[in-house]
């Protein structure tokens, strides 16, 4: 609440997790059908009010900084884009190290360009068809 934004909590018990501990998954749900996310997982000697702060400060960064993706699923969507026909346009919160590696990947692979300008990743798809030949 201190950042303005309410607050919806859902509790889950998980006792079928492979990672002992606690986790966060928060969500914000914004105008347009844009949803952006963060998460962590505990580890032993980890306690949940840091898990707490670090995703409650890694989301709150990214709703900051008007992003249409989270920094994690920016890098993940450009191969998804490179496929697809025509030009994807996305808002990133940041340009990660992820982000620069799958661009350059899906470039070499692909011949997509994906370039950035500031924070408006932009990915020429190649119109990718299955069973089409090339």
Same mark, same amino acid.
């Given at each position: 609440m201190a950042a303005g934004y309410e607050a919806q909590i859902e509790v889950r018990e998980d006792t079928q997790a492979r990672q002992r501990g606690a986790a966060l998954a928060l969500f914000a749900n914004l105008t +347009? +059908?844009?949803r952006l996310g963060a998460d962590g997982a505990?580890?032993?000697?980890?306690p949940a009010e840091v898990i707490g702060r670090r995703v409650a400060s890694s989301l709150l960064k990214?709703?900051?900084s008007r992003a249409s993706l989270d920094q994690f699923a920016a890098d993940q969507i450009i191969p998804f884009a490179a496929l697809a026909s025509g030009e994807s346009r996305f808002r990133i919160p940041q340009v990660t190290e992820h982000i620069q590696s799958n661009a350059w990947l899906i470039n070499e692979f692909l011949g997509a360009p994906v370039e950035i300008? +500031?924070?408006?990743?932009?990915?020429?798809?190649?119109?990718?068809r299955?069973?089409?030949?090339r």
């Open positions: +347009g +059908g844009w505990g580890a032993p000697g980890r990214d709703l900051e300008d +500031g924070q408006v990743m932009s990915v020429r798809g190649v119109g990718f299955p069973g089409a030949s």
